[in-house]
C-alpha cells in the first residue's frame, strides 16, 4: 500500500531508524521529559530516494497532546523556538504564511496561526517601542480552488515587493500513525512539497521558487483514508480526533506563540500573549 | 469486529436484508431517480434482537450528496417531507431539539438545524399573518460536558412546561458504511438511544422518558474507527469527508426545510426560505 | 429625553451621587490604581424611584479597557472575584446562564462566558481530583424569539431539578455613557430587568421568579440610539466599539475567569486557565 | 460639522441635488416599484471639489432592506447586474478583491462575498463544461494592521501576474444618513478612496495605482460616530443595526449573485447558487 505522510520522521521509522549515514541521511533523537526532538537530514539523492523527501532538514517534535495543557509551560515551545531560531536569518524582514482554507475546519491551522502573528512590517517607520522590533508581514493566501491563483504565484509578487530574508510557511499536515496527531510539530527547510495537507497545492514553495529560504512549520491534523484502506473512492475521508476543532486552534496558539517568540526576543512571553492573544 | 453504527438500515442489509418478519421485523423498499426510502419495522423483542435497535419503524431515505445540488429542487426534501408528516401528530405544540454540541464540526448538525426552524410559539398571541401558524418552538440544550445537565434532563422541565404533542430531535449519527456519509437521513420513531452520535450522549430521549411521542431525524456524519480497527485506544478518532464543514450546513438546511415544510403546511417553500434563510 | 442603561451607576450620577442614604439609597466608592469600584445600595421604595431600579445592591467595576492588556494581571479579576464571593452562597450547586444570543455578536457576551465556565455538576459522581469540586451546571438557554419559550421558563425547568443554592447570569448590558463600553463590569442581586441588553427578554429573573438567588453580571456592550436620538424609527440601531468582536471576546474571558476562581477556590488560575482555555 | 460618509448621493443631497451640470457634475434618478438607482457623474475638477469625490461614476442602488426577502426575487440582483454590466470590460480576466476585516463583524462583507464568488481561472486548462466560462480569480488580501503589507502593494503583484481586464472590489462602507444602512448598494469607477470603510485603508486602489480599470462595489453598513458627536475620543465608535451580522451576510450573498450573474451570463441563476451556495 501506497504510504501518504507529510512527516519525514514517519518515513524513516518505517525504515527501522538506520542512522549511520550510509543511505544518504542520517537520524539524531534527542529527547526529555516534556518532548523528544528528531533530526533528520536529508544529505544527498541516495537520501531523498530513500526517504522520498527531498533535501534537507526535517525537526520532528513529539510532545504531550495539545489539548492537555492550558498555557504550554513544560518548555516544549521554548524547544520549537530554539529549532526555529537556527533556521530563520538572523536580520532581514520575515514574511509569514498560513496555508490551507479557512473555512474548512482540519486545514485552517495555517491561517488561524498567522492570525496570530505580531505583523510590525507597518509600523517600521513609526516612532515609539514598536520601531526597533524586527520587520514581520503576514498573510493568508487562500487555496487555489477558492481564489483560482495559485498560492506560489501570489506569494511570488508579495516577495517580490517586501523582500524577506526567509518566509515562514505554517500548514495542517496529513500523517501516516494516528497516534502523531494533535502531539507532534515537523519543521523543515525544504519547503511545502505538493500535495501537502488535506487540499490538493501544486506548486512547491520553496527556496528555488521562492528566492528566499522557506521555512516550513506543520502539525499532522489528518490522516489520509488512503493510509486505512486504498479504494479510491474513499479518497476525499481523512481520520481527525473527535475534538479537531479545540485541536486547530491550540496548535494553531502554539506555533505562532513559538515564531513570535523566535522572532520578537526583546519581547516577553506575558507582552507577546498581550499583543497577539 | 464490534461494528457500530446509528442506522437501522446497515444492520438489516448486515443481516443479507430478510423481509419476510419471520425475524420480527419487516423490510420495504421504494426507489425513485432521485432517492431511495426504506422502512424497517421492528415489531417485538425478535426483531429487537436481530436488529440490535428498539421496537418501531427506521426509515432511511438515500439521495445524492447533500453537497452537490444547491437548491434541492429534485424531490428529496419533499420525500423526507412526506415521511415526516405520517409520524407527526397532526396538531399541538411542536418541540423541535438540536442535539449534540455546537462547538464540534462534526457535532453541530443538530444546534445548526434548529437555529433554521421557524420557532413561533411566541407569535400565538399576537394579531396577524404568524397567529394561524402551528406553535412550534425551539431548542439547543447542549451536551453534558459542556452543561454539567444530562440533556434529558432539561428536556424534561421543558415539556412539563409547553406540553407538545410531539419532540422532534435533530441529531449528527455515526454510520458503519462510508458511502453513507452525506446522502442519507434516518427517520425514527424511537427516540434518540444513549451513545449515539460522536458525542457520549447517556440518557435516552423517547416516548418512554418524554411522555410525548419523540420522532428523532439523523444524518450520518461520521464513522467511528472503531468500525475500522478495534483498537481503543483510537477510539477518539473519527472519519470524516474533507469538506465535513459544508456538509453540515447544507444538511442542517435540507432538514430545516424538511420540517418547516411538514409542519407550516400553508406557507410555500419560498416563504419559508424568506423567513428562515 | 428618556435615557435608557443598564447601569445602576449611570442613574446615579446624572443625579450628582448624593451619598447620604436620604433617597432610599446610598453610594460607596473605593479606588485602587488599576480599577475603581462603586456600590450603589437601593434601600427602599423611595431609592427605587430615585434610581429606577428594583431594591438591592449594584457593584460596577470600571478598570482599564478589556482590549488592552493580555492576561488581566493587574488585579482586576480578583477585584471582581472578592465582588462575587460576598453574593455567591458558601455552599450548594450553582447554576451558571449565558443570556443572549450567540449569534449576534454584541449579545453573545453571555453565551461565549458560560462556554468557558467549569461545568462539573456531572462529574460528582466519579472518582478522582474533581470530586472535591464545587458543584457547577452552565446553561445556554438562547432567546425567545430563536425558541419560541420564554428564557424565565427554560430556567425554571432546570431550576427545579438542579435545585442550585444561587443562579448566576450573564449578560451583555447597554449603557448610556460612550465611555463606558468595554471596560466596565456590574454586579447585581437583583436579577436581570426586562428588556434588558439590545435583545427584548420580558420575564424578570430574579430570586422571587426563580426561588433562589441571582446575581447578574454584566458588560456594557452598546448603547441604544434612543440615547443619542429619540427619533422611534432608529429604535434599532445601535453605537459599538468598531472592535466590538474582540471586546465580546475578551470580556468574556475576563468573567469567566472570576466567576470560576470564586467557585473553585482550591484551584489556581494556571489550572482554570488548562481547564477552560 | 465634517460629515464622513462614502456615499456620493449623500453629498449630492446634502447640496441640494443641482442636477444641471452647472458645479461639474450631473445626477440622474431612474425609479421602479422595487429599486431607485442615483448615476452621480463628476465631471471635471469643479465637480470634485463640489462633491469631494474624484471624478468618475457614482451609481447608487436603493432597495428594500436586505434582511427582509429571503430570495431577492423583485429585480433588485438584475438591477445591480445591470449597472456592472456597463462597467465591466467585455472580455479578459477578472479580478475581484475582499476588502476588509473578516475578523470584524461590520468590516467581514468584502471578504464573505468574494467567498461566494465562482473563481474560474483555475480551470481554464481543463476539459469539459467549466472552460467556457470567463476567466475570474478571487483575493481577500486582509488589512495592513494584519499583514503589515498595504493591501495595494499586495494587489500590485498579483495584477501584474494575473493581468485582468479589471479588478472588482468589495467593502464595507461608512454613510452619514441613518437610513441608508443595510438598504444601498454604491457602484463606482473612482476605485477606493483611503480611509474608506471602517478600517483605516490608506493607499488608493484604483485605474492609476493598478493599470486596469477599477470597479468598487460598496454597502454602508456602519455609521461613523464623528457624523453624530465630533467629540474626537469617539472615533472609534460606530453605529450599526443590531442585526448587523444578519445584514452582512445577507448583503454578501446580494452582492456575490450579481457579480457572478453579470460575469457568468451563460449560466442561471440556478446554477450559480448551486455552484456558490
Redesign the interface.
Known amino acids: 500500500m501506497n504510504v501518504r505522510t507529510d512527516l519525514a520522521v514517519e518515513l524513516v521509522s518505517s525504515k527501522q531508524n538506520k542512522n549511520d549515514g550510509h543511505d544518504g541521511y542520517t537520524c539524531e533523537i534527542r529527547e526529555t521529559d516534556a518532548y523528544k526532538t528528531t533530526v533528520i537530514t536529508v544529505d544527498n539523492e541516495t537520501g531523498e530516494k530513500a526517504i522520498g523527501k527531498p533535501k534537507g532538514q526535517y525537526i520532528t517534535v513529539e510532545m504531550a497532546p495539545f489539548g492537555?495543557?492550558?498555557?504550554f509551560?513544560d518548555g516544549r515551545v521554548e524547544a520549537v523556538e530554539k529549532e526555529l531560531l537556527k533556521l530563520i536569518p538572523k536580520e532581514g524582514p520575515i514574511l509569514v504564511v498560513g496555508l490551507g482554507n479557512?473555512?474548512?475546519?482540519?486545514d485552517a491551522l495555517g491561517p488561524l496561526a498567522v492570525?496570530k502573528i505580531l505583523?510590525?512590517?507597518?509600523?517600521k517607520s513609526e516612532k515609539g517601542l514598536l520601531k526597533n522590533l524586527r520587520?514581520?508581514?503576514?498573510?493568508?493566501?487562500?487555496v487555489?480552488?477558492?481564489?483560482?491563483?495559485?498560492v506560489s504565484?501570489?506569494l511570488?509578487?508579495?516577495v517580490?515587493?517586501?523582500k524577506p530574508s526567509a518566509i515562514i510557511t505554517i500548514d495542517a499536515l496529513a500523517a501516516r500513525d494516528?497516534?502523531r496527531?494533535g502531539c507532534t510539530i515537523q519543521i523543515t527547510d525544504t519547503g511545502v512539497s505538493p500535495g501537502s495537507g488535506?487540499g490538493n497545492r501544486r506548486k512547491t514553495i520553496n527556496k528555488e521558487t521562492m528566492g528566499v529560504p522557506v521555512i516550513s512549520i506543520g502539525v499532522p491534523t489528518v490522516i489520509a483514508?488512503a493510509n486505512?484502506?486504498d479504494d479510491e473512492?474513499?479518497s476525499?475521508?481523512?481520520?481527525?480526533?473527535?475534538?479537531?476543532?479545540l485541536l486547530i486552534e491550540r496548535a494553531a496558539r502554539f506555533i505562532s506563540l513559538a515564531i513570535n517568540k523566535s522572532l520578537f526576543r526583546t519581547l516577553s512571553t506575558?507582552d507577546i500573549?498581550?499583543?497577539?492573544?
Chains 1, 2, 3, 4 share one sequence.
Open positions: 492537555v495543557d492550558g498555557e509551560t479557512r473555512d474548512i475546519t482540519a492570525s505583523a510590525t512590517r507597518h509600523l520587520e514581520v508581514a503576514g498573510i493568508i493566501p487562500g487555489l480552488g477558492q481564489t483560482g491563483i495559485e504565484d501570489i511570488k509578487g508579495i517580490e515587493m517586501i494516528l497516534d496527531l488535506i483514508m486505512i484502506t473512492k474513499y476525499n475521508l481523512i481520520v481527525t480526533p473527535k475534538d479537531i476543532d506575558d500573549i498581550g499583543l497577539c492573544g
